[in-house]
């Protein structure tokens, strides 16, 4: 419990790694992409999400799964690059902030996605470990319940508790961190999950 208290970073160092983290993972890959693609706007269709299951909404399966990778990889390059410029914890705090920028972007009036991809390269960067966890519990629920968003719910979840119990409670603390917010930017899912109204992996319309 004291290692959760006892952070070694010095504040310019933390505001220089979470400055670095949030410009990086604020870059809208789903916007950029999509554009570039002659798709116009995604902000305009479904979720309005700049995201990789938004994208998937164009019928562009190489797009979304462009994104979905750019999305992951902008939290992991921050993560890795302040760790091994600045030490470990700067890399956490980095990743951290990728995700924050991932959601609340600057250049698009603090309106961006909703995470997912970007927790998981935060966790590819920090604790790469717990991707295959991260796999095999969004992989279970989907195959069970057939929701997308219930398995990343879920897999958003667990991933703390895990990293808790393993002996590693500072990751563990800003992954919580991490799920509240993704979780509260999940609320309408949540809402159509309790209403039995969300729509299921594969599902028309």
Known sequence: MSELF???ITLPIALAALVFGYLLGSIPFGLLLTRAAGLGDI???GSGNIGATNVLR???KKLAAATLLLDALKATAAALIAWYLLGKEAGLLAGFAAFLGHLFPVWLGFKGGKGVATYIGTLLGIAPW???????LWLSVAKLSKYSSLSALVATLVIPVVLWFIGEPKIALVMAIMTLISWYK???NIERLIAG???KIGQKG
Not at 130 to 136: D, N, Q, S, Y
């Open 6 to 8: 006892n952070w070694q």
């Open 43 to 45: 902000r305009s269709i």
């Open 58 to 60: 164009t019928g562009n």
């Open 130 to 136: 717990m991707v295959l966890i991260f796999a095999v």
């Open 186 to 188: 999940h609320k309408t």
């Open 197 to 199: 109204t969300e729509s």
